[in-house]
């Protein structure tokens, strides 16, 4: 997680309620925008650990791959 991403900007009374809110709202915002884009027939790539960055590199420049010959 980025330093920025933990931090809580505001003042707020209960800054670990504040952050537990606002990891579940981008959670909702991540999922609604996954469901749209497959909803309209956009290939979505799910970053979730399981890949390192060369094997995600991989599977993007192979999505890619066709537009660019």
């Known amino acids: 997680m980025l330093p920025r991403a933990a931090a809580v900007a505001h003042r707020v009374g209960d800054p670990?309620?504040?952050q537990r809110n606002r990891?579940?709202?981008d959670r909702l915002v991540?999922?609604?925008a996954v469901r749209t884009a497959k909803d309209l027939g956009i290939r979505v790539?799910?970053?979730d650990g399981s890949?390192?960055?060369e094997a995600v590199?991989?599977?993007v420049a192979d999505h890619f791959d066709p537009y660019l010959a």
Do not use: Q
């Open 16 to 18: 670990e309620r504040a």
């Open 23 to 25: 990891i579940e709202r």
């Open 30 to 32: 991540a999922e609604d």
């Open 45 to 47: 790539l799910e970053i």
């Open 51 to 53: 890949r390192d960055a």
């Open 57 to 59: 590199a991989d599977v």
